[in-house]
């Protein structure tokens, strides 16, 4: 069983920078499809970013698009996700997701495993 364990997140200020990161145990990670959402208070989960397994290919979600990079290591068995210019309306719990079939998506449908996600919380 695959388990994904995020860490990274924290308080800052509006135009800075984080990155977390997302380490996978149990299984082979370069079998699966990585992607970073995000869930707001009072508000249901959104896709933020996917890549593919070899990390070749990856997604945004628009309102991140720019600022925002996923990557992957393969060797180290962990996702990226480099969150820059950060906004107050970026504030979330930022959770991780792979995906055993299929392409990377945004739909949430698709990933059948969580990690428990980190609190990003951007002050004006």
């Known amino acids: 069983q695959v388990q994904l364990v995020e860490s990274g997140g924290g308080l800052v200020q509006a135009g800075d920078s984080l990155r977390l990161s997302c380490a996978a145990s149990?299984?082979?990670?370069?079998?699966?499809?990585m992607g970073w959402f995000r869930q707001a208070p009072g508000k249901e989960r959104e896709f933020v970013a996917a890549?593919?397994?070899?990390?070749?290919?990856?997604y945004y979600a628009y309102s991140v698009k720019g600022r925002f990079t996923i990557s992957r290591d393969n060797a180290k068995n962990t996702v990226y996700l480099q969150l820059n210019s950060l906004k107050p309306e970026d504030t979330a719990a930022y959770y991780c997701?792979?995906?055993?079939?299929?392409?990377?998506?945004?739909?949430?449908?698709?990933?059948?495993?969580w990690g428990q996600g980190t609190q990003v919380t951007v002050a004006a």
């Open positions: 997701a792979g995906k055993t079939t299929g392409a990377a998506g945004s739909s949430l449908t698709g990933y059948n495993i």
């Open positions: 149990g299984r082979t990670f370069s079998s699966l499809v």
């Open positions: 890549i593919s397994r070899s990390g070749g290919t990856t």
